[in-house]
C-alpha cells in the first residue's frame, strides 16, 4: 500500500504551520458529521489534530471521510488553517489550527473495539488484558510506559556517569532452591538436566566484584514462580547493582543520588537528601512495619514501662513472655460509636489478633471495658505517654513482639485512611530501614533462614552472637521505603569464606550441599573477594508509584493475571507432544 | 573487617598528587622484592599504581608487605612521591608517581589462580569459563565488557533520542514452533502447560505499532535451543526496534545513524553514510554471499553467457538446468602448484562441489585439464571478461544457481586469505542486502518456509506471483552486514489482515494453525495496524566485531560452550525430584 510519508506528528502542528501544505498519519480518534463538514481528530502517540473534510473544499477527500470509523488508520494531505474563531480548544497545543483535506488514503480499517479508546475506562481488567494491544492505545498507558522508558535513560545515565558498568547476567542459570521457587527450563542436548531462570542476578554480581568490576549495574528481568499474590508478576524488573570497597554509607549515598536524579527527570520534584533512616526495630515499634508510610505521623508508642506493676493479666502474661503492649492515639476519634470499634475489633482479629482494646478519653477519665483493671497511676502515665486529651481514642495491643507490632502497624494503616491523613498533594517519603535481624526463625521446618540472603554480612559488632544466639544478629542489610512501599533491598556482603562458613552453619546448611549449591562462588572467594555490597530495585512498583497507580500491571505492556496467565496470547499453553519428546520430559 | 576508604583509584594518581596522602584498594598484580624494598603494582578496575614498602619508611607495614602475593585484596594509606629517576614508566599514566605505604591491611589473601591474570593467555579456554571470574579479571576482557557497556549506552541515547520508547516484552511467553526451536518452561500453576522463552520479540514489538507507539525499541535477551555452531549461544542480546509509517528507506536511514554514532563513540571513526546497497542477486552473483565481505574485491563474474553454445558437457547440462556457471579471477596466482590446486578442489568438494575448474592464464593461452573441451573464441572471451593476464589463475564452477554460487562464494574468501587481501587497518565496510527471496523452498518437507518470517511483507509489485510463482516473489526484508558478518536484518511487515492470509496459504499454513499460532496478532491486525517495519541488531556480533574479537564468547560475561553448558556452575544441572513434582513433569 502507498501513502505519503508524514510531515509532521499529530502532535506537532501550531499557528506557526498555517498555510503549509502537510501530511499526517494516525488513528481515527473521534467523528464528527455537521451536515456535510466532516471533523476528524487524528490522533497518533504524540497528540491530536483535527482535520477537516468539506465538500466544497474536495469533494472526493470528502466522499471517502464518510466513511471512516474510530480506529481506522489513514493518511491525509491538507492545508493547514486557523480554525475559524470561537472553535479554537486551547486545551491541547494543537488546538488553534485544523487541517483542511485535500487527499485521504485509508491505510487499514478498524473492527470496533471492545472497548472505547480512552482513559478513565470503565471495564473488567481482563478485557483490557485479552486486547492488551487496544489497552495501550489509551493515553493513560501510553503515559505510564513512556515514563518507564524515560526511568529506564534517566536511571542508566546517572549509573553510568558514576562509572558503574552495565553487564548482562545468564538468564539461563543454575538452579539453587534457596529462596523462592525456580522456574526451570528443560535441556534438550543434556538429558534430565534443567537450568533455572534467575531469582536475581545475586551470585553472577558478587562474581563481578570478584573480577574487579568495582560498580556493576543492570536493569534486568527476574522470575519467581511464587503463589501470585494479586499485585505480583511471575517475571519482574529490577534496577541491580553492586559496589567493590563500600559499606552501607555508600549505597546509601550513591542511591540517594539515583533517587534524587529520578525524582527530578521524572517528577520535576526537588528530593532532599540524605534521606532520613529508622532501625528495623524503631521501625517495628513506631510504625509497626518494616516499610512505614511516613506521609502522616500516628505513631505506635510502646506501654510496657508503665505496665510493669499492673494487676492485668492480659498485659501481665505479656510482659512475663517477653512481649510487647503498644499503643496508638487516634486524637479526635473519642466519638467513635461501638459498632465502629467493632468493625476495627474484627480487623485485627482477623490478622491474628486475641482482641483490640480501646479507651475513649474524657475530661475526667479514661472510658473503656478494661478500665477497672488499671490502677490510676497506670491511667495517668497512659494518658501523658500517649499525649492524649479529651475527645481522643487509644488502642492498645499486646502479644508477641513482632506479631502485637506489625497488627498495630495495619491498624495503623486502617486508622490513617479514616482519619483522611494522607492527602492529595503530599511529600514523598522517603526512609532507609537498617539493622535488619540477620535471621529469622521458622518454626515449621525448625531452622533459621536468612532474611535477606545467605550472603549477607552480620554487623561486625555481633559477629561472636553468630554461633551462640544467632537470633539476635543484626545484618549490614538495608531498605529503601517509599510512601510506605519497600521500593528497595540490599545489604554489605560476605566476603570472606571463613565467615561465609559459619554463616551457613547457623542456616543449617552442611559443607556437602552449600558446596553443590554455591560451590563455585564459595571457590570465587577463594581468589582474592574484595569488600562489596549492593542493592536492587523493584522497578515495577517504583514505576508504579511515580505514575501514580495503584497496580504494577499499570506499568508493564504485557502483565499476566495473579495466576501467571497472559489473557492475550493464552499462554501458558498446550505445546506439541513432538517438543516434549526432544526435551526427554512428560506430563505427569 | 574495617579498612579505610580509598581516596583515589588505582588509576588517577599523577604528579599533582605528590605529596599527598592518600588510601588505595586493589589487587596485588606484581610483587618485586628487591632485597629489602618490596614494589607492588596495586590493580583496580581503573588502572595500576606502584606502591612501595620500605622498612627505613614504615617497618610495620614492610613486615606485612612479605606476606603478599598476587592477588591478595589489600587496603594501603600511604604517601605520593615522585618516582626516583630513571624508574619512571611512561607507558602508564600513573607511572610517573608511586606511592610509599605507612599502612596495610589485607582484605583478603588468595590462592595461587589457575592461571595468571594477563592479556594474550594461552590456556584452554574451558579453563578460561571454569574460572571466569577470574578471566574477567584480565584487561583484555574488561575492556571487551566496558566496550560493550559504551554500546548499550550509546545506542540506547541514540535511539531516545529518536523518539523511540524502550518497552519491556514479555519472557514468559507462548510457544509458537515456527522457526527455530522454543525453549520451554513448565507451569506450576497450570499442569500440562508451558511457557516458551521468546526467539524475538517479533510479535510483541508489532503489537506495539498496532497500539500506537510508533516507534520502539529493546535490548534484550533472545533464546533458540538450537543444535549449537562454534560461534551460537542458547541465549544472545538483540537491538530489537520498530517503526510505523515507514518503508524501508527510513529503516535504512534510521540505522545508519546509530551505525554512524556507535562508530564515532565507540571506535572513534566517521562511518559515511548512506551506506551502499546490494540487491540479494546482486550480492550472490558478485560474491557468492548474502553477507558479503567487501574489505576487498576479488568479484566473481557470471559467465552463462559465454558458454551459450558450448560443446563442453558441464557447462551445457547447467545451462540446460537453468544453472549458472560462475568465474573467479585470482591475479598473480598462475603459478599455484598441482598440489595447492588439489587442496582448492578438496575444499570446495567438502562444500558439496562436483569438482573445482582451474585454468592458469599463459602469454599464448590457458593452461587447464578442460582446455581442450573449449572453443577458441570461448577461451578468449573468457579472458577478456575476467580481465585476466598471463600469470593469473581462473576459477569456475557451475551447478545450480545458489549452490554453486555460495561455493565460490567460499571460495572467495578462503582466496582472500591466502592472497592476503585483508589488511590490518583496513576501513570497515558495511553495506545493505536487500530484496531478498520472499519464501525458502524446503526439499524434505515440500513446503516453502520464511526466509525471514512469516510477517514479512512480499514487494508490493510481486503481490500476484504470491499465488502463482511464490518462489520468485522478492520480500521488503533487509540485512546489514559489516566486514562479511551480518549485524542485522529485518523488513517491513505485512499490516494487512488478508495479506497475511495469502502468506499462510503461500507458506501452507492453515487458517486453524494460524489461528492457533498467531491468533492474537492476527486478531490485533483487525483493530487498525499502521504500516510498520523495524529490524534487529545482533548486539553479541557487533561487540565482537567492535572489539576485533573473534569469538561472541570474548564480549559475554557468563557465556555457554557450544553444547550450551556452563562451566562455572556446571548448568544445566540435575535438579530435586521435588521440583518436577510441583512441576507436574517427569523425565523420560
Same mark, same amino acid.
Not at 506557526?16 to 501544505?21: R, S, V, Y
Given at each position: ?57 474536495? $469533494? ?5 471521510? *464518510? ?32 487541517? =483542511? ?136 524488573? $529490577? ?19 539515583? =533517587? ?23 521501625? =517495628? ?80 477519665? /479514661? ?40 497488627? =498495630? ?19 514523598? *517519603? ?69 565467615? $561465609? ?5 547457623? /542456616? ?12 563455585? /562462588? ?67
Amino acid at each position: 500500500m502507498k501513502f505519503n510519508k508524514r510531515t509532521h506528528t499529530c502532535g506537532e502542528l501550531r499557528e506557526d504551520n498555517i498555510d503549509q501544505h502537510v501530511v499526517l498519519n494516525g488513528w481515527v480518534d473521534t467523528r464528527r458529521d455537521l451536515g456535510g463538514v466532516i471533523f476528524i481528530d487524528l490522533r497518533d502517540r504524540y497528540g491530536i489534530t483535527q482535520v477537516v473534510f468539506e465538500p466544497t473544499f474536495n $469533494q472526493s477527500a470528502h466522499e471517502i471521510g *464518510k466513511d471512516l470509523r474510530s480506529e481506522y488508520v489513514i493518511s491525509i494531505e491538507g492545508k493547514v488553517r486557523r480554525r475559524p474563531a470561537g472553535t479554537e480548544n486551547p486545551s491541547i497545543p494543537t488546538g488553534f489550527v485544523d487541517v =483542511m483535506v485535500e487527499k485521504v488514503v485509508i491505510l487499514n480499517k478498524s473492527l470496533t473495539p471492545p472497548f472505547q479508546i480512552k482513559d478513565k475506562l470503565d471495564v473488567h481488567e481482563d478485557i483490557r488484558l485479552k486486547y492488551r494491544y487496544l489497552d495501550l492505545r489509551r493515553k493513560e498507558m501510553q503515559d505510564n510506559i513512556i515514563l518507564r522508558h524515560k526511568m529506564y535513560q534517566s536511571a542508566r545515565s546517572y549509573l553510568g556517569a558514576n562509572d558503574f558498568i552495565e553487564i548482562e547476567t545468564p538468564v539461563l542459570m543454575k538452579s539453587t532452591p534457596e529462596g523462592a521457587r525456580d522456574f526451570l527450563v528443560p535441556s534438550r542436548l543434556h538429558r534430565g538436566r534443567f537450568y533455572a531462570l534467575p531469582q536475581s542476578p545475586q551470585q553472577y554480581k558478587q562474581l563481578l566484584m570478584v573480577s574487579g568490576f568495582d560498580r556493576y549495574f543492570q536493569i534486568v528481568k527476574c522470575f519467581r514462580d511464587e503463589d501470585l499474590r494479586a499485585d505480583r508478576q511471575p517475571e519482574f524488573t $529490577q534496577i541491580d547493582l553492586e559496589m567493590s570497597f563500600v559499606d552501607s554509607e555508600d549505597v546509601y549515598e550513591m542511591m540517594e543520588g539515583l =533517587m534524587k536524579r529520578l525524582f527530578k527527570d521524572i517528577k520535576g520534584y526537588d528530593l532532599q537528601v540524605p534521606l532520613p533512616r529508622l532501625t528495623f526495630d524503631e521501625a =517495628m515499634e513506631k510504625y509497626g512495619s518494616d516499610k512505614p508510610d511516613l506521609r502522616f505521623d500516628l505513631e505506635m508508642v510502646t506501654l510496657n514501662e508503665i505496665f510493669e506493676e499492673t494487676e492485668f493479666k492480659v498485659f501481665k502474661d505479656t510482659l512475663n513472655n517477653n512481649g510487647i503492649i503498644t499503643g496508638l492515639l487516634a486524637a479526635g476519634c473519642g466519638d467513635y460509636t461501638r459498632n465502629q470499634l467493632d468493625v476495627l475489633t474484627d480487623f485485627v482479629k482477623k490478622l491474628g489478633a486475641g482482641g483490640l482494646i480501646w479507651m475513649r478519653v474524657k475530661e475526667d477519665g /479514661l472510658e473503656a471495658p478494661i478500665a477497672k483493671f488499671l490502677s490510676d497511676n497506670e491511667k495517668s502515665e497512659l494518658k501523658r505517654k500517649l499525649n492524649a486529651s479529651a475527645g481522643d481514642l487509644i488502642f492498645i495491643l499486646s502479644g508477641p513482639r513482632l506479631k502485637a507490632l506489625s497488627i =498495630m502497624g495495619s491498624l495503623r494503616l486502617e486508622m490513617a485512611k479514616r482519619m483522611n491523613l494522607i492527602g492529595d498533594n503530599i511529600e514523598p *517519603k522517603l526512609v532507609w530501614i537498617t539493622d535488619f535481624p540477620l535471621l529469622e526463625w521458622d518454626d515449621e521446618t525448625h531452622r533459621y533462614y536468612a532474611m535477606h540472603h545467605p550472603f549477607t554480612s552480620p554487623n561486625l559488632e555481633d559477629l561472636e552472637l553468630l554461633s551462640d544466639d544467632p537470633g539476635k544478629v543484626k545484618a549490614r542489610a538495608y531498605d529503601l521505603v517509599y510512601n510506605g512501599n519497600e521500593i528497595a533491598g540490599g545489604s554489605i556482603r560476605i566476603h570472606d569464606a571463613k565467615l $561465609q562458613g559459619k554463616m551457613f552453619d547457623a /542456616l543449617g546448611i552442611s559443607n556437602e550441599e552449600a558446596e553443590t549449591k554455591f560451590g563455585f /562462588l564459595m571457590n570465587a572467594f577463594k581468589y582474592g573477594a574484595p569488600p562489596h555490597g549492593g542493592i536492587a530495585f523493584g522497578f515495577d512498583r517504583l514505576a508504579m508509584l511515580f505514575a501514580n497507580q495503584d497496580s504494577i500491571r499499570e506499568v508493564i505492556a504485557f502483565p499476566k493475571t495473579s495466576s501467571g496467565m497472559s489473557l492475550m496470547d493464552e499462554s501458558p499453553s498446550i505445546v506439541d507432544e513432538s517438543q516434549l519428546k526432544e526435551l526427554h520430559i512428560k506430563i505427569k
